[in-house]
Nanobody
Framework: QVQLVESGGELVQAGDSLRLSCVVSGLPFRQYYIGWFRQAPGKEREFVAAGSGNRHYADSVRGRFAISRDNAKNTAFLQMNSLKPEDTAVYFC???????????????????WGQGTQVAVSS
């Protein structure tokens, strides 16, 4: 059974930092590409970051957010610095086979998803 479990979301103040974690089970983690997406209230889900060797970031988070992974622990991370109120959203991690192709910035490319973790940034 494939499971992706996010954690680390909480209420913080603008300018603070958070690190989200995504623990993956039921997949050969090393072979899978992890993406991060977010969905704010009343808005569509949007791309945040993805990658392994080559990393891609949304313009809105580039320079503030960073993705990483620990293959030994089957865990991916999203380090978020200099948080802004507009970063408030439910954050999701998603996984796709590295060889599956597709646009890594599109949520349609990812067959496996976590349940999300809430990040709230107060001004």
């Amino acid at each position: 059974q494939v499971q992706l479990v996010e954690s680390g979301g909480e209420l913080v103040q603008a300018g603070d930092s958070l690190r989200l974690s995504c623990v993956v089970s039921g997949l050969p983690f090393r072979q899978y590409y992890i993406g991060w997406f977010r969905q704010a209230p009343g808005k569509e889900r949007e791309f945040v970051a993805a990658g392994s060797g080559n990393r891609h970031y949304a313009d809105s988070v580039r320079g503030r957010f960073a993705i990483s992974r620990d293959n030994a622990k089957n865990t991916a991370f999203l380090q978020m610095n200099s948080l802004k109120p507009e970063d408030t959203a439910v954050y999701f991690c998603a996984a796709k086979d590295s060889g599956s192709g597709g646009d890594s910035r599109s949520d349609k490319a990812y067959p496996y998803w976590g349940q999300g973790t809430q990040v709230a940034v107060s001004s």
